[in-house]
């Protein structure tokens, strides 16, 4: 079902995002060095993600980026939820929240929607992490194109994206 990717025949985003994990030294929930793995389809939601890995909807951390007062956010989400865009923006002290177009997406994390990972990206983004993912003795994230993802924990996402925990829905 899911294959570890030979680095040097893979996408750019999946080689950044897993130089990005290396040298975080990022681990799983078995303790193990973090592996971005190759699905054999894309997924573009939670949903089709958990059914292809076997896990909870609310195990798929979406990397979601949102314009913050023209700046990028990233926003690591239970799948199992919607993000409150008004509830956010207040606790973060931010005047206009909006979901971000594919272009500034692009622009920010040198990824595509659907393939966003929480790092990998040309420069660090601001980060907010659901604690709904607290919950999961792993998650999975993006790991830079729709196919790519990786298994990590509620700690290492903080850790390693320098994340705030923030409750989001």
């Known amino acids: 079902m899911q294959s570890q990717p030979d680095t040097q025949a893979v996408h750019p985003n999946v080689r950044a995002v897993q130089q990005a994990l290396d040298?975080?030294?990022a681990q799983d929930?078995?303790?193990?060095?973090s592996r971005v793995r190759l699905l054999p389809d894309?997924?573009?939601t939670a949903a089709a993600a958990a059914e292809a890995l076997g896990v909870g909807v609310g195990a798929i951390a979406?990397?979601?980026?949102?314009?913050?007062?023209?700046?990028?956010l990233l926003?690591?989400?239970?799948?199992?939820?919607r993000v409150d865009t008004a509830g956010l923006a207040a606790s973060l002290g931010i005047t206009r929240l909006r979901r971000a177009t594919p272009e500034f997406v692009k622009r920010h994390t040198g990824q595509v929607i659907g393939g966003v990972a929480p790092v990998g990206h040309p420069e660090p983004l601001r980060t907010?992490?659901?604690?709904a993912?607290?919950?999961?003795?792993?998650v999975w994230a993006a790991g830079g194109v729709p196919r790519a993802v990786f298994p990590t924990t509620y700690a290492e996402l903080l850790r390693i994206t320098?994340?705030?925990?923030t409750e989001v829905a």
Do not use: K, M
């Open 23 to 25: 040298d975080a030294g």
């Open 42 to 44: 894309a997924v573009h």
């Open 133 to 138: 993912l607290r919950a999961y003795d792993e």
């Open 75 to 81: 926003v690591l989400t239970s799948g199992a939820h």
């Open 128 to 131: 907010v992490v659901d604690t």
């Open 162 to 165: 320098a994340g705030t925990p």
């Open 29 to 33: 929930g078995s303790g193990a060095a």
């Open 62 to 72: 979406n990397s979601l980026i949102f314009d913050a007062d023209d700046a990028p």
